[in-house]
Nanobody, 122 residues
Framework: QVQLLESGGGLVQAGGSLRLSCAAS????????MGWYRQAPGKQRELVAA???????KYSDSVKGRFTISGDNAKNTVDLQMNSLKPEDTAVYYC????????????????WGQGIQVTVSS
């Protein structure tokens, strides 16, 4: 099993920045990709960004150029730097990880964190 612990969410004004962090513990050898998904009220959960252990990244079109995902294989962490935040970025953000890279990059991995709230005020 893998446990994912998220940190760094909160309230920020539009145009501001936040950095989310996710630390994995447990059966780490089973992780080949990590990522962030988000779910806004009344909407489906969607990919924000994901990264493979080899450093390949994928972003949703809505965050390209504003968000940057980075991973540290040695520390088993993944961070999401969010700049130029918009009110529509308001959502619960979930860290995910798993052994199957394509699944993590498209629908989310086998393991999920509890989620962390990000609120962007206008």
């Amino acid at each position: 099993q893998v446990q994912l612990l998220e940190s760094g969410g909160g309230l920020v004004q539009a145009g501001g920045s936040l950095r989310l962090s996710c630390a994995a513990s447990g059966t780490i050898f089973s992780i080949n990709a990590m990522g962030w998904y988000r779910q806004a009220p009344g909407k489906q959960r969607e990919l924000v960004a994901a990264i493979t252990s080899g450093g390949i990244t994928k972003y949703s079109d809505s965050v390209k150029g504003r968000f940057t995902i980075s991973g540290d294989n040695a520390k088993n962490t993944v961070d999401l730097q969010m700049n130029s935040l918009k009110p529509e970025d308001t959502a619960v953000y979930y860290c995910t990880a798993g052994p199957q890279t394509m699944i993590v990059l498209t629908t989310g991995g086998r393991f999920w964190g509890q989620g962390i709230q990000v609120t962007v005020s206008s």
